[in-house]
């Protein structure tokens, strides 16, 4: 029999990997509203009974069993100095789909993209902004970007069950596609000469994508180079002062507003 080669061998290893990785959420926010989503595959919840009492409603209508546990005796598989208010639940990540089912459909579209952003609290954030302000996705990629965890849904309070988080094999090709689908794609950079505003003036009723680096390295010379232009949000300060997450929030609301 011949043998697989090596490339087989590691994809195959990869998608087993993949099918038998779980996340463990914590905090009650985060812990209620999975327990709420049909689409979330729940594995194990654990819960002190103070945290029982209080997700009462959620754990009888999710249909799973909770182990209630003495509260000096909690101590579930994750980082210890989390704030877990004595509810942690094993779950398997969601799974959104692909580009089209996310990105077509809705009037007018819009969708953040993030070029190595890692932080999970600052993807938690952008999810948040994303819910909010009615964007159709959020699309990281597959390395170099923030996994599901539970500091990422903790910091999502609750957005993570309902905002499409999209990870993606590549960007550039990601941002291809989307061109192809008829998306206008601006990626944010300091040193852009026009802003967000006069980039979209008469061209907010298209589907617009907006791409956003990490604080630091910023984006890669091949996301600036298959984006359609660049772009700098309008302020009085240097761009380098604000948060990845702050700045997808006001470049989202500038990308939207009349």
Not at 122 to 133: D, F, K, P, T
Request: aromatic share 4%.
């Amino acid at each position: 029999m011949s043998k697989k080669p090596k490339w087989v061998v590691e994809k195959e290893q990869a998608k087993k990997a993949a099918a038998a990785e779980t996340v463990w959420l914590f905090g009650l926010h985060a812990v209620r509203d999975a327990l709420q989503n049909p689409k979330r595959e729940k594995l194990r919840l654990m819960v002190t009974m103070n945290a029982q009492a209080k997700l009462a409603d959620a754990i009888a209508a999710s249909g799973i069993e909770a182990e209630v546990i003495d509260p000096r005796k909690f101590n579930p598989p994750i980082d210890p100095q989390s704030v877990h208010q004595g509810a942690a639940l094993e779950v398997k990540p969601l799974n959104w789909g692909g580009l089209a089912e996310n990105c077509i459909g809705a009037e007018a579209p819009r969708v953040l993209l993030l070029d190595r952003v890692t932080d999970p609290h600052n993807v938690g954030a952008i999810l948040r902004s994303a819910e909010v302000l009615g964007a159709s996705a959020v699309i990281g990629t597959r390395h170099h970007s923030a996994p599901e965890t539970g500091a990422l849904a903790k910091t999502a309070s609750g957005a993570l069950e309902r905002q499409p988080y999209l990870r993606m094999r590549n960007l550039a090709d990601t941002i291809t596609e989307l061109q192809g689908m008829g998306f206008l794609v601006l990626a944010l950079d300091g040193e852009a000469e026009e802003t967000i505003e006069t980039a979209l003036d008469g061209k907010k009723h298209l589907p617009v994508a907006l791409v956003l680096g990490a604080e630091g390295p910023g984006l890669r010379q091949k996301t600036k180079e298959t984006a359609d232009q660049l772009v700098k949000i309008d302020a009085a300060g240097g761009f380098g002062s604000l948060n990845v997450s702050n700045a997808a929030a006001i470049a989202l609301y500038a990308s939207i507003a009349r």
